[in-house]
């Protein structure tokens, strides 16, 4: 049974710094491409950031190119979106997800397989 499961979220002032984690089991970690997505209130769900299953290929939107960095550890099965320089138009709950196969750097929700439960982040004026 493949699990995604979030941690790190939380509520932080504008200009904060948060790191989610995703850890992953019940698939081969290494052969899968993960990536970030989110979703705010009232909102579709949005791509923030993806990253091969080797970590060659890295790709985000551009509302958070500079401030987000995405990485993984093949041997601790995870996979980290380190969020710095935080604004309020980052709150949304964030999802971690998983693809054999991507296409258009992973920006389509539609390429993943699995999902995480999802982790809230909040950030205050």
């Known amino acids: 049974q493949v699990q995604l499961v979030e941690s790190g979220g939380g509520l932080v002032r504008a200009g904060g710094s948060l790191r989610l984690s995703c850890a992953a089991s019940?698939?081969?970690?290494?052969?899968?491409?993960m990536g970030w997505f989110r979703q705010a209130p009232g909102k579709e769900r949005e791509f923030v950031s993806g990253?091969?299953?080797?970590?060659?290929?890295?790709h985000y939107v551009d509302s958070v190119k500079g401030r987000f960095t995405i990485s993984r550890d093949n041997a601790k099965n995870t996979v980290y979106l380190q969020m710095n320089s935080l604004k309020p138009e980052d709150t949304a709950v964030y999802y971690c997800?998983?693809?054999?196969?991507?296409?258009?750097?992973?920006?389509?929700?539609?390429?993943?397989?699995?999902w995480g439960q999802g982790t809230q982040v909040s950030v205050s004026s």
């Open positions: 997800a998983a693809a054999s196969t991507w296409y258009y750097g992973g920006s389509r929700a539609a390429d993943y397989d699995y």
């Open positions: 019940g698939l081969t970690f290494s052969t899968y491409h």
């Open positions: 990253i091969s299953w080797g970590g060659r290929s890295i």
